[in-house]
């Protein structure tokens, strides 16, 4: 394995702490969660439901929103905004201090990024399967950029130097979609499950990436002289 770089990808603070956001247009998003979490679709809010959750006059919301699919869609960005830096740094710390740590402290960030975002986490994994083909692509869009980056950082830190980049795409696309959906279960879980997930989620990465490399390996025993060399 090569020697893994000091520098961790920096964080932007005030885009974790949401500063990015106008006060209005954040009022907004963190009331649509609010009346989300429980399962409802963005599409069911009403202007003045979201206005009077808000604390705003309705006529606040068409300053920053020209619908309720923009709002949900600025909603699961700022979220991904927040997500991804702090992923990314756990996992080139993780790495720098001890590489078998990684995906345990990758899964215990998420899943306390998740209860920390309760809300948000809910309303996505609704829209998820939802009826807004917007907000599905948003959702689900959102969750492959995590992916892609995870992929690079796999790469980047050569964690995995006998997989081929397509294989290392695939394997971190299908943790990131079991973790999100594990985040549910993570919420509403008590302590002990919390850890349970935490290990559950942790054995998975390992066995789904060991898997890989066992694959990769039949794969080119089977292969042609010619191909192998």
């Known amino acids: 394995m090569k020697p893994v770089p000091e520098a961790a990808p920096a ?56 619908t309720l699919d923009d709002l949900a869609r600025e909603a699961v960005e700022s979220v991904s905004r927040r997500l991804r830096p702090m992923l990314r740094r756990e996992r080139w710390l993780a790495a720098h201090d001890e590489p078998q740590s990684v995906p345990r402290r990758a899964c215990v960030a998420f899943f306390a990024f998740a209860l920390e975002n309760r809300e948000a986490f809910l309303s996505a994994l609704a829209e998820y399967h939802g009826t807004s083909p917007a907000l599905r692509e948003a959702v ?4 492959n950029e995590v992916s892609a980056e995870m992929a690079d950082d796999v790469v980047q830190l050569d964690l995995m130097p006998t997989l081929a980049r397509t294989t290392v795409d695939e394997v971190c696309t ?11 279960e993570y919420i509403d879980g008590d302590a002990a499950r919390r850890e349970a997930l ?7 990465i390992v066995r789904l990436f060991a898997g890989s490399v066992l694959l990769a390996q039949h794969e080119l025993a089977r292969a042609p002289a010619a191909v192998r060399a």
């Open 198 to 204: 935490v290990a559950y989620a942790e054995r998975f």
């Open 11 to 66: 964080v932007d603070h005030g885009t974790v702490a949401g500063q990015d956001l106008a006060p209005g247009k954040r009022k907004l998003i963190e009331a649509a969660l609010r009346l989300t979490a429980g399962g409802r679709s963005f599409a069911s809010l009403g202007l003045r439901e979201l206005a009077r959750e808000a604390g705003l006059n309705p006529n606040t919301f068409y300053r920053h929103f020209a």
């Open 140 to 143: 689900r869009a959102n969750l």
């Open 174 to 184: 299908q943790i990131v979609l079991q973790l999100f959906h594990l985040s549910a």
